[in-house]
């Protein structure tokens, strides 16, 4: 299964007023792995950066006077993404600045879910976590993530800190490593397994006695008269 993680810089917030994207951010995850193929590309947008937008990434008119304009990376960037799944967060306002891009080369353009699906972690976070803010930082914080070297917005910094979200979100962080990475702590956790097995006593099976199985069974009536359903009672 092959995931493309993005993020966008945006010289503002609404292409309908004219405003381009600067920065686009990738990186590949493959069975759940990152795999260190990246797709990584600042854009001269044509205009100005607004100031709100560059006191959040930081990205000058002056940086990006020299950078390649978004019909020049067009071609390799839809190469990288074809026939993936592509995961954003807030995929509307990415996958819709996107799509401007694309329409403003051509009215006929293809929309970007024409080559790719789209999956929006927002959506997801907002299931998960109704009425809490869902925003990128604070899943990080919510999930502990390490934001110290993040002073400002990047693309691919955000796509990076975004990948390790979606894969907590969604079934935990082991398969953030190689597979390579994966074998060597596999083998030295067999070793150490081994080591303890060989020293480590029978364990003793303990019984509840009839006063500890008595107090147990009036926990569970407890437990169901308020929540309605006890999901231990029959276990």
């Known amino acids: 299964m092959r995931q493309i993680i993005i993020d966008t810089e945006t010289t503002g917030l609404e292409p309908a007023k004219g405003h381009r994207i600067i920065e686009i951010g990738c990186v590949e995850l493959i069975d759940r792995k990152l795999t260190g193929n990246n797709f990584h590309r600042y854009i001269n947008p044509g205009r100005e950066v607004e100031a709100e937008a560059l006191a959040i990434h930081g990205i000058t008119n002056e940086f990006l006077h020299d950078k390649p304009i978004f019909a020049d990376i067009l071609s390799d960037f839809l190469g990288f993404i074809n026939g993936a799944e592509l995961i954003a967060h ?92 994966l074998t060597q702590a596999e083998e030295a956790s067999k070793t150490v397994l081994q080591k303890i097995s060989k020293n480590r006593p029978a364990l003793p099976i303990v019984l509840a006695n009839n006063t500890e199985t008595i107090a147990h069974q009036a926990l569970l009536t407890i437990i169901k008269k308020k929540a309605g359903k006890c999901l231990w009672e029959n276990k």
């Open 90 to 181: 807030n995929a509307v306002f990415d996958v819709g600045f996107i799509n401007h891009e694309m329409r403003l080369l051509t009215q006929t353009a293809k929309s970007l879910d024409t080559y790719a699906t789209i999956f929006d972690t927002l959506v997801l976070a907002r299931k998960m976590f109704p009425g809490q803010r869902n925003t990128l930082d604070a899943l990080c914080k919510r999930y502990k993530i390490d934001l110290s070297s993040r002073k400002l917005h990047g693309a691919l910094l955000d796509a990076q800190l975004l990948a390790e979200t979606y894969l907590l979100m969604t079934g935990g962080q082991g398969s953030l490593f190689a597979d390579s990475e």
